[in-house]
């Protein structure tokens, strides 16, 4: 049984400037196999080495696999349709599989595109892939197809959705095999070293309307921190990582569990420096606990701190005040750890007076670092469908965050990017010539002329925000800007009965999500914060009930003092 993953070769001026990134996926999905007998399995990322299409081709052609395996983030799902298809033409017996949170979702759209596609794993995808393969290895593929769950196909011209499959609630079962990738090609440009991408919990407890990480893994687990360095110890000396980014939508939230993680981090000191990101109230909750967090290796944390100013708030909630944000950036700074502030543009009501005023609120809060991302409304989301005729883009390969999706009543999408670069070369100009070089901290004033390097090599080779595709060259062309949409692109109308099942798919039971009602005074106490502004993201008043107590924190920062 020859099984071969494959990444697609989609670009986009975005993560892809901090380096080249491990993809995670694959080494959790091979591991898996391998636990269970399978391991005659090979990996092409053709991403990392930018494999053109008749390349693929050719090594489709040669390995003969019987499954080829592939996954794809909303903007990348054409390329991984492409990719499958030219599979299928190599390989005509072999079984094409597509997995990854846009399919899950869009499997009707994504199986009336590219019907070459034998299945659609939806969800978490370890089990069903395990599931599928053993079935196909038995002989009985394709007409025991059925009988596996979590997967969506195409019969008689129908697409077919089967039952969901259950999640796996022993997420330490889930070994990843990393030596699958070359780690000489996933270098972290600010460091100069090998990056990856491990993760300590899937999901979210919570279920804001915005946010698609609870509706893909369904249940909130949290591993078991210790077997999480576990793996990190490997990566580190197997593989000479020498920098990680926990994978986690928010690490944090479980705050006991974060802080046995870093712990364990210190104990076993392995010299490696990761980041995170999180919430600007779980910094503020952790203020006594930070120095603790930095001596563990955390070095860079990204903060959701979009300014209220230029968000509808009917449509897109946030927690914090304009307080909050710059008290959690200084608190941060006080310790040694490298701040990113995350600002969301691009909305219906945007207008050059609101990207004027965020740039401002970022000047003042001061971050070592900055980031205007263009609204994206996700295709599976709620939001996407509350706002209706208002998303007239339906290119998926361009939800990037860097491509203007929405239409600002009162700018041009062209004036939107203008106004947005010309934040970007205000705030980074100054850190250039005044931030960065002076830094006293020698670790924060190397990783961020790091960082500083890596945004100048993309700017310079024309691929940060995709401004070379796009054909922006300052503000003399934002008239002239093409992104090149393909208005050709339209939704495939749902059938009303896989429709529900999507719709029972992402309800899932409040059993399962491991928040419960948080004792506002208490928290707001911890905070010092108005109870009434103790919220999780999207605003809700939720917290993780927490099984570290009071005394244990306070003994563990009096110990790494």
Known sequence: MRILFVHPNYHSGGAEIAGKWSPAWVAYLAGYLKTHGYTDYTFVDAMTDDISDEDLRKIFAEAQPDIIACTAVTPAIYKAEETLKIAKEACPNAVTLLGGIHATFMFQQVLTEAPWIDAIIRGEGEAVTLDLVRTVDEGRWPEARSEVRGIAYVEDDQVVATPAAPTIRDVDSIIPDWGVLDWKKYIYIPMGVPVATPNMARGCPFTCSFCSQWKFWRDYRVRDPKKVVDEIEILVKEHGVGFFILADEEPTINKAKFVEFCQELIDRDLGVLWGINTRVTDVMRDEDLLPF??????????????????????????????????????????????????????????????????????????????????????????????????????????????????????????????????NYRRFYMKKAFLGYPWERNPLRRKYLLGCLKAFLKSAFERRFYDLGKAGYWGPQSRKTVDWKFDHSRKLVKPDA??????????????????????????????????PSQVKICGGGDQQLEESLDDAKIKEKIKENA
């Open 293 to 422: 967090y930095r001596k563990a290796g955390l070095v860079h944390i990204s903060l959701g701190t979009e300014a209220a100013a230029q968000l509808n708030l009917d449509l897109f909630v946030k927690e914090t005040t304009v307080a909050q944000n710059k008290r959690a950036i200084e608190l941060l700074r006080n310790a040694g750890i490298v701040t990113e502030a995350q600002f969301i543009v691009g909305l219906e009501n945007e207008t050059a007076e609101t990207l004027e005023e965020t740039f401002k609120l970022c000047m003042d809060w001061n971050p070592d670092m900055a980031n205007w991302a263009m609204f994206t409304p996700w295709p599976f989301s709620d939001l996407y469908t509350e706002m209706g005729d208002k998303v007239e883009i339906h290119d998926f390969a361009k939800y990037n965050f860097v491509t203007p999706i929405m239409k600002p009543t009162a700018m041009t999408r062209g004036e939107l990017l203008d106004r947005v670069m010309h």
């Open 497 to 530: 009965q896989l429709e529900e099942q999507i719709v029972k798919w992402k309800s899932a039971p409040a059993r399962k999500r491991g928040g419960k009602p948080a004792k506002a005074g208490a928290a707001a106490e911890a905070s010092q914060m108005d």
